[in-house]
């Protein structure tokens, strides 16, 4: 069974303190590391996709980076806009009947104070 | 990326009622799929729903309680049927969209008292 543990489960940083968002994950075969961002009462607002391990993205203050059992969401000089709570899921290759299923985690629940 | 709709976007419904959640998207795409929120929980799949043909459910969800249609490419209902104060979540659908990235709707926040 496919599994994804998030870390820490709540970060509070000052704006432009710089820090990092585990994802631990364990899977049959990875066939991609998604993570997501969601702000309260909304749905989840995808941010990046990755697929194999050494794979990194990047998009503003953030950069994903990705092992074989663990990704990371770098946050570069944080603002109070990227307070957030931040998911990871995985999805396996070994679907079946549920192919394109996602397993998520917890999340990080990120708070910017300015 | 897809524009997806969902309506109701929140309801509050009696124990023993139903409710039919409705998922809008604005281009044809082959795969959705509904997802449960329960109260700080994360998301978990409930099924995964294929325009011609039966919904597949996962392990701990079933037809009768939450019977899914998909009569076209944009467009999809779920109905959570005879509700307990347990259903209380955030009900959620996504799409496929290209390159395997699956893209959330709004969600519908549902309390059941």
């Known amino acids: 069974e496919d599994q994804v543990t998030q870390s820490p489960e709540a970060l509070r940083l000052q704006e432009g303190e710089s820090s990092s968002l585990n994802c631990s994950y364990t899977v049959s075969g990875l066939r991609g590391l998604f993570w997501y961002r969601q702000d309260p009462g909304k749905g989840p607002e995808f941010l990046f996709t990755l697929y194999s391990a050494g794979e990194e993205k990047e998009k503003e203050r953030l950069k994903a980076t990705l092992t074989k059992k663990e990704s990371f969401l770098h946050i570069t000089a944080p603002k109070p806009e990227d307070s957030a709570t931040y998911l990871c899921a995985v999805q396996s290759v070994d679907g079946g009947t549920s192919y394109g299923k996602l397993t998520f985690g917890q999340g990080t629940i990120l708070t910017v104070h300015p | 990326s897809a524009v997806i709709s969902q309506k109701p976007s929140r309801d509050i419904c009696q124990r023993g009622t139903s409710l039919t959640i409705q998922c809008q998207v604005d281009?044809?795409?082959?795969?959705m799929f509904w997802y449960r929120q329960q109260p700080g929980q994360s998301l978990t799949l409930i099924a995964t729903?294929?325009?011609?043909?039966?919904?597949?459910?996962e392990s701990g969800f079933v037809i009768d309680k939450f019977p899914i249609s998909r009569p076209n490419l944009t467009f999809s209902t779920l109905t959570v049927s005879n509700m307990s104060p347990e259903d209380s979540s955030i009900y959620l659908c996504?799409?496929?969209?290209?390159?395997?990235?699956?893209?959330f709707g709004p969600g519908t926040r549902l309390l059941v008292l």
């Open positions: 281009s044809q795409v082959t795969m």
């Open positions: 729903a294929n325009q011609g043909s039966e919904a597949t459910y």
């Open positions: 996504s799409v496929y969209e290209g390159s395997e990235t699956q893209y």
